[in-house]
């Protein structure tokens, strides 16, 4: 009895000590690059008028040299047009969009080697990290020159989940650099305003197909808070 009880209670013990063990926190500046993949663009993640500009902040909360919680607002403007496609289809649809949009995200990086700011043994990791994000889109969205009917261009707050890898490293006591490349599956098919039916002959949407957006850039942040290591902080 008395072993069935004790087991519970030190796995609780291990999980919080490393849940609450380095804990230290970070604050900083996000720049890169943002794009759609979607009905006007299925496929093209370099060239063709592709990408955007794309800043914001993020923050950091270090869990212990594996896991970290991150917070981050990023703001961009997302752009597709038919004209820059080659297939057929597109060519004789000429569809475009812009939509100007603000994500706020909550994800978990998990480090592949254990990492800690200013430890010179453990100054850089390649990291996965997942999470949920909250965005709100404005699109603007025309077919042929023309604007489709308002209920094509549905804005307002939408859910994605962010995933994809990164890379830390170090840069002294106090400053750290990262890059990550960031994946957006949405359950949304209207970041491009494009409404899933057939018109005529040509298909306007996809419905078995919801749009994607993709935010990759680089971090620059600074640590301030640092609370110590414990005993059990590696896990």
Not at 215 to 230: A, H, N, Q
Request: net charge negative.
């Amino acid at each position: 009895m008395i072993r069935r009880i004790s087991f519970p209670i030190l796995f609780v013990t291990l999980v919080t000590s490393s849940v609450f063990a380095q804990r230290t926190a970070e604050v900083g500046v996000f720049f890169g690059r943002s794009y759609y993949l979607g009905e006007l663009n299925p496929r093209t993640h370099w060239g063709n008028g592709i990408g955007s500009s794309t800043l914001g902040g993020v923050f950091r909360y270090n869990l212990n040299e594996r896991y970290t919680l991150k917070g981050a607002i990023v703001r961009t403007t997302l752009t597709a047009n038919d004209e820059w496609e080659s297939f057929q289809f597109n060519q004789q649809r000429l569809a475009s969009f812009e939509n100007t949009l603000t994500e706020f995200a909550g994800e978990v990086e998990f480090n592949f080697l254990p990492y800690k700011m200013g430890d010179k043994r453990h100054f850089f990791t390649p990291y996965l990290f997942v999470g949920i994000s909250y965005f709100l889109n404005d699109i603007e969205t025309t077919v042929e020159g023309f604007e489709p009917a308002p209920t094509n261009q549905e804005g307002g707050g939408k859910l994605a989940m962010p995933f994809g890898p990164g890379l830390k490293l170090s840069l002294g006591k106090n400053w750290a650099f990262s890059m990550e490349w960031g994946f957006r599956k949405t359950g949304y098919d209207l970041i491009d305003g494009l409404e899933n039916r057939v018109e005529d002959v040509f298909e306007s949407g996809k419905s078995y197909d919801n749009d994607w957006f993709v935010v990759s850039g680089f971090m620059l942040t600074y640590k301030i808070t640092d609370e110590g290591p414990c005993p059990f902080y590696n896990f």
